[in-house]
């Protein structure tokens, strides 16, 4: 909730039986942990990596 979900999706994400995998791909992983915030916490981007390797970074 501190991330900027909504209380009922917190919840349901929270009481879910799904597994991790499954579990990021929900609406509240994606709107909570956004690729800005991932990279505030240190996560280095695939993606970045990859096109500095080819040339385009």
Do not use: P
Request: proline share 0%.
């Amino acid at each position: 909730m501190a991330l900027g979900i909504r209380t009922r999706q917190a919840i349901l994400t929270a009481i879910s039986s799904k597994s991790y995998w499954r579990l990021s791909r929900t609406l509240a992983t994606h709107s909570g942990m956004s690729n800005d915030w991932l990279k505030q916490q240190g996560l280095i981007s695939f993606r970045d990596l990859w096109m500095k390797a080819q040339g385009y970074l």
